[in-house]
């Protein structure tokens, strides 16, 4: 860390070779971190949200456990339902702040892959393909239907399908967040 400049040694971080570390070495910490360490805090942040989110999701979804394959008991279903509806629906306009956090969050990994000699690369493409996949499914398959389940009509074989899918996908999202975190605190 010697050969990066102090803090406002502009003189010194002109005569480095690049001018990407010319700029990050006046934004450089006093005990020699780089700028991106804040942008590395957003997107463990972002991702323990929405494992927190998750983990509220799947409290309801492990109803669907231990029933077999068939049609899920009407309370199980009344439950599972009236989350989904309290959680996609009525909660309106907070429930648009997940999805403000997922975009944030696949943003701040996206700034992580830009500063390429910040964050090891294989972290951030790996962080990017894990959530990339998670919000993907999210938004294309799970929401979807969970404003469906929601609802609470339809007939029972149809809503049962619709909460084993959910907790189905909850289960792989909640996988591919927590490992998301993993890269970030082990590796970035």
Same mark, same amino acid.
């Given at each position: 860390?010697?050969?990066?400049?102090?803090?406002?040694?502009?003189?010194?971080?002109?005569?480095?070779?690049?001018?990407?570390?010319?700029?990050?070495?006046? =934004?450089?910490?006093?005990?020699? *971190?780089?700028?991106?360490?804040?942008?590395?805090?957003?997107?463990? +942040?972002?991702?323990?949200?929405?494992?927190?989110?998750? /983990?509220?999701?799947?409290?309801?979804?492990?109803?669907?456990? *231990? $029933? *077999?394959?068939? %049609? =899920?008991? %009407?309370?199980? !279903?009344?439950?599972?339902?009236?989350?989904?509806?309290? &959680?996609?629906?009525?909660?309106?306009?907070?429930?648009?702040?997940?999805?403000?956090?997922?975009?944030?969050? &696949?943003?701040?990994?996206?700034? %992580?892959?830009? $500063?390429?000699?910040?964050?090891?690369?294989? &972290?951030? /493409?790996?962080?990017? +393909?894990?959530?990339?996949?998670?919000?993907?499914?999210?938004? !294309?398959?799970? &929401?979807?239907? +969970?404003?469906? !389940? *929601?609802?609470?009509?339809?007939?029972?074989? %149809?809503?049962?399908?619709?909460?084993?899918?959910?907790?189905?996908? $909850?289960? !792989?999202?909640?996988?591919?967040?927590?490992?998301?975190?993993?890269?970030?605190?082990?590796?970035?």
């Amino acid at each position: 860390m010697a050969d990066i400049p102090q803090l406002g040694d502009i003189e010194a971080a002109r005569r480095l070779r690049r001018p990407r570390d010319a700029i990050r070495a006046t =934004l450089t910490r006093q005990y020699g *971190g780089y700028i991106l360490a804040p942008v590395s805090a957003f997107v463990t +942040a972002g991702a323990g949200f929405l494992l927190a989110v998750l /983990w509220f999701d799947l409290m309801f979804d492990v109803q669907v456990r *231990g $029933h *077999g394959d068939g %049609e =899920l008991p %009407e309370d199980v !279903l009344a439950s599972i339902s009236a989350y989904y509806r309290r &959680v996609t629906t009525a909660a309106r306009p907070m429930n648009r702040l997940i999805a403000l956090v997922m975009l944030a969050t &696949v943003a701040a990994i996206l700034v %992580e892959i830009a $500063h390429d000699d910040d964050v090891k690369a294989w &972290v951030a /493409w790996a962080s990017l +393909a894990l959530a990339g996949a998670a919000i993907g499914l999210a938004g !294309l398959r799970t &929401v979807p239907a +969970a404003v469906r !389940l *929601g609802t609470g009509t339809g007939a029972t074989a %149809e809503r049962s399908r619709l909460a084993r899918s959910i907790y189905r996908d $909850h289960l !792989l999202c909640f996988g591919a967040i927590a490992s998301v975190l993993v890269l970030q605190f082990g590796f970035a």
